[in-house]
């Protein structure tokens, strides 16, 4: 079975914390993604990757920046936290093989920031 | 990228009864999934259908595609409490940022016992 872990179920943070969340899987997917979901708003991704060092800005990236330096691990990094960053943030990898486009989902972050 | 949208927002049955819900997207596209999330949780993957392919069924599952009007649906037939869950679809085509999945607000499904 495909595996995502987060590094955190709940985190709680402060204004101007540099904030880390941790994606990893376990399926040598190459893709990867981040979205962050909030009431009435759904999913909105934040950045994905295609491959190890490679990262691209998804529909809201302000104030975001990722990094992917092993295959198997995505991080989202908040450079520092705002109150309007509070949300759940969800991570998904998918493979890019021809016809396995199923992407897997994490069991998302609820980050706090006060 | 392209979004799909889930209509209605949000469906309230009885158990037992049958759930259907839809969606629409813009462009075309090369297959279309349905995931659902219970929750507080992650979004897991239900079922693909194909763009050429008119429907498929999946235990309790059955999904179509109408590409010509660029909507499909998903029945849950038979529901149980346990179907209670937010589902969405997700459009996609290949090719560049067009290959990410986009998803919608959903459709809040409530089953009640």
């Known amino acids: 079975d495909v595996k995502v872990t987060q590094s955190s179920r709940y985190l709680v943070k402060r204004t101007g914390e540099k904030v880390f969340l941790e994606c990893v899987q376990d399926?040598?997917?190459?893709?990867m993604f981040w979205y962050r979901q909030d009431p009435g708003l759904g999913l909105r991704l934040i950045y994905f990757?295609?491959?190890?060092?490679?990262?691209e800005k998804g529909d809201i990236p302000e104030g975001y920046s990722v990094s992917r330096e092993k295959k198997e691990r995505f991080s989202l990094i908040l450079e520092s936290a705002s109150t309007n960053q509070t949300s759940m943030y969800l991570c998904?990898?998918?493979?890019?093989?021809?016809?396995?486009?199923?992407?897997?989902f994490g069991p998302g972050t609820r980050l706090t920031v006060l | 990228s392209q979004q799909g949208e889930e209509d209605p927002q949000a469906l309230s049955i009885q158990e037992g009864e049958n759930a259907t819900m839809n969606c629409s997207y813009k462009?075309?596209?090369?297959?279309l999934q349905w995931y659902r999330q219970n929750s507080g949780r992650g979004l897991v993957h239900l079922i693909l259908?194909?763009?050429?392919?008119r429907e498929k069924h999946s235990g309790r599952l059955r999904v179509t595609l109408d590409t010509s009007k660029k909507s499909s649906s998903l029945l849950i037939t038979a529901s149980r409490a346990a179907d209670t869950a937010s589902y969405f679809c997700?459009?996609?085509?290949?090719?560049?940022?067009?290959?990410?999945?986009?998803f919608g607000k959903g459709t809040k499904l409530s089953v009640k016992p």
């Open positions: 462009t075309s596209i090369n297959n």
């Open positions: 259908i194909r763009s050429n392919e």
């Open positions: 997700a459009p996609l085509r290949y090719g560049g940022s067009q290959g990410n999945l986009i």
């Open positions: 998904a990898s998918r493979s890019s093989g021809s016809g396995t486009d199923t992407q897997y």
């Open positions: 399926m040598d997917h190459e893709n």
């Open positions: 990757s295609y491959d190890v060092k490679m990262k």
